[in-house]
């Protein structure tokens, strides 16, 4: 996902980032150390898209999450607080962290 960010940010914004900036961001945020997109990571997605009917990209990213071992997945996409196996998907427009982790 941060090929596609990359991408978005210099060439199809208009006017786009600064080539040097859109690299930092993305070195940034690979400190988080994102999984790649596997075999496994594309067949759980597969599996979660016929089974919850999400889009492709929704898909992989609750499949990543799933493959991470996140618990909380943070999205204003998806349905706040649905449960997917093990993934709680949170709207962070909604819920401060405090709400998130009081519960822990």
Known sequence: MLNEFYVIVTRKLKPGMDIKAARADVRALMTWQPIP?????????????????FSWWDSLIVAA????????LLTEDLQDAQ???SVIVVNPFIHTPQDIFQGD
């Open 37 to 53: 997109i596997d075999r496994v990571v594309v067949e759980k997605a597969w599996i979660i898209q016929d089974r919850f009917l």
């Open 65 to 72: 999450a799933q493959v991470a071992q996140c618990r909380y």
């Open 83 to 85: 449960e997917l196996d």
